[in-house]
Structure formats: structure tokens, C-alpha cells
């Protein structure tokens, strides 16, 4: 009953709230109706109406009498709060007043929901607030001699922001809060009030120079205690609502240039001088860098906001306490996870209409100290708005503001309320005629058009980019592991299929009861490739965690499934793979260590990857305590493909061989006569068996992978130079892969010692790599030098394969070396298969290009032995195919990397 209620109310409430937002617009439209009632109606109704559905949810999710208690509690205070208003607020600002009441509401909603306390809290935050509120009208009459009082307004909010700088403790890194009476209390909430009123105040009585010196250095002081604070949010707010009212005050764009430089400078000088600034902006720039720590509450917000969609978990369903202080700072990313991003956008839209509501009481009162106050408190208030969403939606670095009126905290609701209380009483004012027209300023502050303009562009841009986030950023970051909320999906979403390119189906879902069973159908074959959903997700299952989970079936099926109670039927990722290649490769190194890799080098397509030993992902819970113990050497859990890191052997002499070219316009007249060693000083270096390989040029010395020319060819090359092609080559590179892979190390340079030089250059040494870095570097070869973009999913379709979710095509990652330069190493690499070094790959009829590798390496008990590789790619019937391999510990006269690249390419059809 729950599921059901609370999948069909996140459907009502974006209703609601749509509904909402669009009456507000109309009603400043057409103003007239909304005076009469016709729309004012409406709002109200609309505002009960989310109230009961929001209830509903958090009733069925906590079925006890205290959460009836507190629905009636704020059914009553809306009520009564309404008949009051209009009582002691003669022609009241009513369409203000119903987007108050209904921000209030969603705050009450979600705070319950979020915790009982909280939503209690802000109730009695509220009422008080609210009953405060009613004396405003009484004191705005004495609006002559509030305008006066510029200085006391000044002395008691720099006397309150300097207590807190030397009372106050340190709370989410600033000095913002302090305590009396047991209550905590933000004082820079109430004396941005004091601001706003000083500033109007001073500006009232006199726009002189001196009069802006002193209004500049009071309002310095308030923003140099808050930067002190740590209270980064409030300095900002400060300072934007000081420029703003300063320019529409004396019209000077001077004095605007002036501010807005001196404001980008602090910003810059505090970035450098403060630390916590510092965190914030990399936070900021790369949160995913700094995941753990300073970017984690960034990150957790955006996965909750991607997770939650266009319509959301619905109330109650998702993780928004995942996000630290979701219930203030990041309220906005907890309402659009469960709410969705749609009801996000609503929100957005009735901020907009309470900022223009401000705007248009500027605009029409004739009183200079009401105007700048209306556009001191509409400035306060819309900046407010924006660094809050914007810091929560990383569109800007989050500043620890609060979201008027609906994030908890008695400080920011009682002076929000208060805002909305001066403006409602300056509207009343602005109604009646002004008892002493004597004291009116005639001349009018200059018309807050600019400031709309800017106020607009602001939230247009910052919607625009949650437009760009929810279809661009969100699916790159769904699959994150650090986002537990994709989790969620699978209580109402039954995992979709993973198919091979051809069809094959290598993991599916089945549904018993209550219970989902992965099945991988071929066992251990794909335990890599495709992963496990279980104990961890890894390789396709983890990377398309988000997609399976999701269902793109017709909406109307869906909804009527989850009337049932029924799963939605999740989409199918349709792979890269290959099933007969994979069976082949996997065929190939059965019984052995090792692992392979195949790719089509044309695309970029992973059409096969294979790592021995394997697991069943069907019973790997079952196994896991064997599996997690297993000696290292056995390891059956690790990828060894993509995380395995070997010497690369001879296989490295591809780059030895490519440099030397590149430093060597005559490479062709390369000559050594090997004599099985080569020595340098008191290092040398042998070759296989010491065979003495007698003259060489460059191809023969490759394809006969004579180890003497090669460590003399590396000890006479520019060492810096060759580093920068090991990086081209994207050696100590993150490779461009979406499964988790192994940085591949190349650490030579102009400082190296003779023996490093020497081993480097015959892919031993410190130099590692890993299988599917190999497989790179022949794909690119293959492709005339030009890599691919390697990837491993091919399309997303519906359940039914019907209907085309989204498809991936190749993409050119860039290119690794001129065609020239590829078509020699191709020459070089078929002489290897020819004459050289795999000459058992000769007889299979079809072009084979490649090149072999022993790579010794220390086993565990302090002994030697040797790595078997192959790299290379076929060419049959317009195809090719690159492929790499290593069998571990099997290189002299056993099973070799050649054994098992010859087994695939014989099955290639």
C-alpha cells in the first residue's frame, strides 16, 4: 500500500506544484483576477492539497498519532496564519503571501520526512515567526522614523557579528552560531535585515561621497567579520546586496564597476588566503578527485539529484540523509531526489514569482527608502536563493547557505518570514496615501530593470544547466560506486539482460517471489567481462548498473505495473563481446594463469577479454571467504587484463623500435652483429639462449627480437624523448577505459644508470604493463597509429529489444603515431610472423602481424622465471582484430602467449 500510494503521489505532487507555479505567473499577468480571488483561490487549495498528499506518505511510512498531531498543528497554523493576515495586513500582498505559505509547506513536508523533530522544530520556528510578523504593519507606519536610524542600525549589527567572531564555535567550519538560553541562534540572518535597513536608511538621508564612504567602510566591517567567521555564504550576500542597492541608490556606474572589481579581487586574495576557501573551490572544480573528503557532500548531491530523475524516488523512497546536512545547506538536492528534478524546476519558477513580487514594489512605490528596501530585500533574498541551489547543484562552489523558507533552522525561517513581513508592509504603505508628503524624497532611486535582467539570466542559466546535468552529467556519474542509491531501483525494477554483439544472453534476472536471482548463464566464462552483481558489482554490471536498473518500457505499462505491484521490466545492455571470440580466448587459456584481450581496431570495440583464474559469479557469495583468501599469485577475484601489471618483455621493443625511427631518418641503414651478449661498461645484456643472431637490420633484429641490438639501440637514444613517446603511448596515463584499470609504468629518463637504460630498452626493468594496455598500443598500429576510444557496450534497447534507448558509436581517442610510422612497425611485425619469432602463425593463411615477448620477473620464493606474451592483430576478409597476451610462468618450451593467439586466430571466422 505504501509503494503504491507513494508511486502514484509523486506523480500528484508535481501536478500540484506545476499547477502552482503556473497560476503564479498568470497572476501577475493579469493582476486583476488575482485581486478579485479568482486565482488566489486556487493557491491555497493547492497548497493543502500538497501538504495532505506529502502527510500521506510519511503517515504510511510512520503510522503514529504524533504524525496526525503535527499534520493538524500546521493545518491549523496555515489556517489561522491565513485569517490573521488579512486581518492585521489590510490589502494584503496576497499572491506573496500564498508563495510564502506554500514554501513553508514544502519545508514542513520534507523536514518530517526527513526527521519527526525537525519538522516539529521548524512548526514552532514558523508560528512564532508569523505571530511576530503581525505587529510589522504597526511598525511600518512609523516608517518616518525607521528611515532615520541608519547609524543604530549599524552599531547592532557590526556589535552582533563581532560577538559571534570572538563567542561563537566552530560549526561546519565557520563561526556562525551561538547559544542562548540552550537555543542556537545565527545572528547573521537577523542582521542582514539590519543591512538592508541601514543601507536605505544612510542612502535616504544623503547620497553625498561622504555618505557613501561611510555607508562602504560600515558595510566592510560586517563583511570583514562574517570572511573571519568563516561565514563565506553570508559575506557574499553581504557584499552583492551593498553593490546592488549602492548602485540603484546613486545611479553611478562607476561606483558599480568599482565595487564588482574590488569584489572579484577579495574573491581571488581570499581563495589564497584562507584555506577553507581553498576547499571549497576544489571541491568545486573536481569533487570526484576529492570523493572522500572535501568533494563527498558535492558528489552524494549530485548522485541523489541523477538518481532521483525527472520524477523521483517519491517521498520516503530515496537516501537524501546520504547527503550530510541535506536538511539546510543541500535541502534542494534532497527534494529533487525524491520529488524530482521537475518539481525542482517548479520550485525554481515560484521563487521567481516571490523575487518579483519584490521587484514590482519597487518599481511602483514613490518613496526612495521603500524602494531601496524592496530592492535591498529582493536582492538579499534571490542571491540567497541562487547560492544556495547553485552550490547544491555544483553550478557554482557551495557557500553553507540555506534555502529561504524551506531549509530547518529557526535563524533563517524567522528572518525570511520577517523579509516577507516588511515587504507585505511596505506593499500596504505603498496602498495609502503618505501622511506627510513633506517627508517623501520625490526624486525616485533609479528602476530595478537591470536587476531582473540579472536575476533572470542567473536562474535561467543555473535551470539551463540542470537541463545539461540531468542529460549529460547524470549518466556518466549514476554508475559511481560511491552512489548507493541506484540500489533503490531494484526494489521496484527487475535487473535487465546483458546480451553478446551476437545475441547470446550472459546474465539475466529471475524473479522468485519476493527475491531477484542473478543468473550468468555461461558461468565463469564472462565473470570479468560482463562481472558480478553480487558482493560488489564489477566489470558490465558495474559500469551499467544505472541502465539496467532502468525501465524505458512504454510509461503507461510501467505505471500499471507498479499499480500490480509488479517489477518494472528493466532495459537490456546489448555488449560488445563476442561469443564465439570469447569462447575461443577463454578456451585457449583454460588451465593456465594468464589473461587476454581481443578489440577491433577500426572501432575500438572490446570484442573479448579473458583472466585466469576465474570465479562462478552464479555462487560467488557462497565462495566469497575462499575467494577473498586466496594467495595472490591465484587470485581469481582481480582482472587481470586490465589490472594485472607485467613486464612487458619484447613486446616493448614496438616503442624501442619507434623511437629510434623517430630520431633516425636512415633507421633503414640500422646495422649490429649480434654475438647472443651486448655489454656496456660492467653491464651487459643477452640475448634468448644466448643465440648469436650474427648481422641485422632493424626488421630482422625486431623479428628475431634480438635483445643485444635493442639495449644498444635504447643506450644511444635521447632519453627525455623517449619518455615523452612512452607517454604518448600512454604510459603513466590513465587509459581511456570505463572499467577500472592499472596505470602501466615507464620511469626511464636522461638520469637513469646504465643497467636501467639497458633493461628498459628489452621491456624489463621497472617498466609494467598491463594486457589491455598491449592490445591498445597493436589496435592503434593496426589502425594506421590512430587509437580508438575502447569501449564494451554497443546499445541500450527495451526488455523486448523493440525500442532503441541509446546507442555508442566509436570514437577517435587520438592519434599515437603518423600512418608512415605505423605501416613500418606493421612491416616490422609481419616479419616477425614470416621469419622471425611466431612463425607458427604463419600457416594460417591470412595476414598476422605481431610480436613476442618473455618477460622475466622474481616469484615468491625470491626465484626467477618468465612471462609469455603475444601482441598483434590479424587482417581476413576486410577485418582485423588486436589481440594481446600473457601466460605467466610459462615461456621456455611450454605454453606460450604465440600457443593461445594462435588457437583464436585459427577460430576467427
Not at 514613490?366 to 524592496?374: E, M, T
Not at 626511464?748 to 633493461?759: A, D, G, R, V
Request: glycine content about 8%.
Amino acid at each position: 500500500m505504501q509503494i503504491l500510494v507513494s508511486e502514484i503521489s509523486k506523480y500528484i505532487i508535481i501536478i500540484i506544484i506545476a499547477i502552482y507555479a503556473y497560476l503564479g505567473f498568470i497572476g501577475f499577468i493579469n493582476n486583476d483576477k488575482y485581486n478579485s480571488g479568482e486565482i488566489y483561490f486556487f493557491q491555497p487549495v493547492l497548497t493543502l492539497m500538497f501538504h495532505f498528499a506529502g502527510f500521506l506518505c510519511i503517515f504510511l511510512k510512520m503510522p503514529e498519532m504524533k504524525v496526525i498531531l503535527l499534520y493538524l498543528a500546521q493545518i491549523l497554523l496555515l489556517i489561522s496564519s491565513t485569517f490573521l493576515y488579512r486581518i492585521f495586513y489590510k490589502n494584503l500582498f496576497k499572491s506573496l503571501f500564498s508563495h510564502m505559505q506554500f514554501l513553508i509547506t514544502i519545508g514542513f513536508v520534507f523536514l518530517t520526512r526527513l526527521k519527526f523533530v525537525w519538522g516539529v522544530k521548524q512548526t514552532v520556528f514558523v508560528a512564532a515567526a508569523l505571530v511576530a510578523c503581525l505587529i510589522l504593519p504597526f511598525l511600518i507606519k512609523k516608517m518616518s522614523m525607521l528611515r532615520s536610524m541608519g547609524y543604530l542600525y549599524a552599531i547592532a549589527g557590526i556589535g552582533s557579528l563581532a560577538y559571534v567572531f570572538l563567542r561563537a564555535k566552530v560549526q561546519y567550519g565557520a563561526k556562525n552560531w551561538i547559544n542562548i538560553f540552550g537555543m542556537s541562534i545565527q545572528p547573521s540572518e537577523f542582521v542582514k535585515i539590519l543591512l538592508i535597513f541601514m543601507i536605505a536608511s544612510l542612502f535616504y538621508v544623503s547620497k553625498s561621497i561622504k555618505q557613501i564612504i561611510i555607508t562602504t567602510s560600515l558595510t566592510a566591517i560586517m563583511v570583514l567579520l562574517l570572511v573571519l567567521s568563516k561565514d563565506l555564504g553570508g559575506a557574499m550576500l553581504f557584499f552583492t546586496t551593498f553593490t546592488v542597492m549602492t548602485y540603484f541608490a546613486t545611479g553611478s556606474l562607476k561606483l558599480l564597476g568599482l565595487f564588482t572589481g574590488g569584489g572579484v579581487i577579495s574573491a581571488v586574495a581570499g581563495y589564497y588566503i584562507f584555506s577553507h576557501v581553498r576547499v571549497r573551490v576544489q571541491a568545486f572544480v573536481d569533487p570526484w578527485k576529492y570523493i572522500d573528503d572535501k568533494g563527498y557532500q558535492v558528489t552524494q548531491s549530485l548522485f541523489g539529484m541523477g538518481s532521483g530523475g525527472w520524477f523521483g524516488f517519491g517521498l520516503g523512497n530515496g537516501l537524501p540523509s546520504n547527503t550530510p546536512v541535506v536538511e539546510s545547506d543541500f535541502i534542494f538536492s534532497g527534494l529533487c531526489e525524491e520529488l524530482g528534478l521537475l518539481f525542482g524546476f517548479c520550485l525554481i519558477l515560484i521563487y521567481l514569482c516571490t523575487i518579483i513580487a519584490f521587484i514590482l514594489l519597487a518599481w511602483r512605490t514613490k518613496n526612495q527608502f521603500h524602494q531601496l528596501v524592496s530592492i535591498g530585500c529582493a536582492t538579499m533574498y534571490s542571491f540567497q536563493i541562487f547560492l544556495s541551489i547553485g552550490g547544491t547543484v555544483k553550478f557554482i562552489p557551495s557557500t553553507g547557505v540555506t534555502l529561504p523558507l524551506v531549509s530547518q533552522g529557526g535563524s533563517s525561517v524567522i528572518s525570511t518570514i520577517i523579509i516577507f513581513g516588511v515587504i507585505q508592509g511596505l506593499y500596504i504603505a505603498g496602498t495609502k496615501k503618505e501622511d506627510n508628503v513633506a517627508d517623501i524624497k520625490i526624486k525616485r532611486v533609479k528602476k530595478p530593470v537591470g536587476l531582473v535582467y540579472i536575476i533572470l539570466i542567473l536562474f535561467v542559466s543555473m535551470s539551463g544547466y540542470l537541463i545539461y546535468f540531468q542529460f549529460i552529467t547524470a549518466p556518466k556519474i549514476m554508475n559511481n560506486s560511491y552512489n548507493k542509491r541506484t540500489d533503490i531501483y531494484a526494489s521496484y525494477v527487475s535487473r535487465g539482460k546483458v546480451l553478446s554483439s551476437d545475441g547470446d544472453v550472459l546474465a539475466y534476472t529471475r524473479e522468485e517471489g519476493k527475491n531477484s536471482v542473478r543468473v550468468y548463464p555461461y558461468g565463469d566464462m564472462y565473470s570479468h567481462i560482463v562481472g558480478r552483481n553480487s558482493s560488489g558489482k564489477t566489470g558490465i554490471e558495474g559500469i551499467m548498473n544505472y541502465e539496467l536498473l532502468s525501465s524505458n518500457d512504454n510509461v503507461f505499462t510501467r505505471v500499471f505495473e507498479r499499480i500490480n505491484q509488479d517489477k518494472n521490466k528493466g532495459d537490456s545492455v546489448v555488449t560488445t563481446v563476442d561469443s564465439k571470440l570469447q569462447k575461443s580466448l577463454n578456451n585457449a587459456l583454460k588451465g593456465y594463469h594468464g589473461a587476454g584481450v581481443i578489440l577491433e581496431p577500426s572501432t575500438g570495440r572490446v570484442l573479448a577479454m579473458v583472466s585466469k583464474p576465474d570465479y562462478d559469479p552464479n555462487t560467488v557469495i557462497a565462495d566469497w571467504e575462499t575467494l577473498s583468501n586466496l594467495p595472490q599469485k591465484d587470485a581469481k577475484l582481480v582482472n587481470r587484463a586490465t589490472n594485472g601489471l607485467y613486464p612487458p618483455g619484447s613486446t616493448f621493443k614496438v616503442l624501442t623500435a619507434l623511437e629510434y625511427i623517430n630520431e633516425h631518418k636512415d633507421y633503414d641503414k640500422f646495422s649490429f652483429d649480434c654475438k647472443g651478449i651486448f655489454s656496456s661498461g660492467k653491464e651487459s645484456i643477452v640475448c634468448f639462449d644466448r643465440i648469436k643472431h650474427g648481422k641485422e637490420d632493424l626488421k630482422t633484429a625486431f623479428a628475431k627480437s634480438c635483445n643485444g641490438a635493442f639495449a644498444s639501440i635504447g643506450f644511444n637514444l635521447n632519453k627525455d624523448k623517449f619518455a615523452k613517446l612512452t607517454e604518448k603511448f600512454l604510459y603513466n596515463k590513465e587509459l581511456p577505459f570505463e572499467l577500472t584499470t592499472s596505470k602501466s609504468s615507464f620511469v626511464l629518463n636522461s638520469s637513469s644508470n646504465t643497467e636501467e637504460i639497458l633493461q628498459t630498452s628489452i621491456g624489463q626493468g621497472k617498466t609494467q604493463i598491463t594486457p589491455f594496455h598491449n592490445a591498445l598500443i597493436a589496435s592503434a598500429i593496426a589502425n594506421d597509429g590512430m587509437l580508438m576510444k575502447p569501449y564494451t557496450v554497443e546499445k541500450i534497447v527495451t526488455d523486448d529489444g523493440k525500442k532503441l534507448v541509446n546507442d555508442y558509436k566509436p570514437e577517435k581517442f587520438k592519434r599515437l603515431c603518423s600512418k608512415k610510422k605505423a605501416e613500418i612497425i606493421k612491416g616490422f611485425m609481419k616479419a616477425v610472423v614470416t621469419e622471425g619469432t611466431a612463425q607458427k602463425l604463419s600457416h594460417l593463411g591470412y595476414n598476422i602481424y605481431g610480436k613476442t615477448g618473455t618477460a622475466e620477473y622474481q616469484k615468491e620464493d625470491g626465484t626467477k622465471g618468465d612471462h609469455s606474451w603475444f601482441m598483434g592483430f590479424g587482417e581476413r576478409k576486410g577485418k582485423k582484430i588486436a589481440i594481446s597476451i600473457v601466460v605467466e610462468g610459462e615461456s621456455r618450451g611450454n605454453y606460450s602467449g604465440t600457443d593461445v593467439a594462435s588457437k583464436v586466430f585459427a577460430n576467427w571466422k
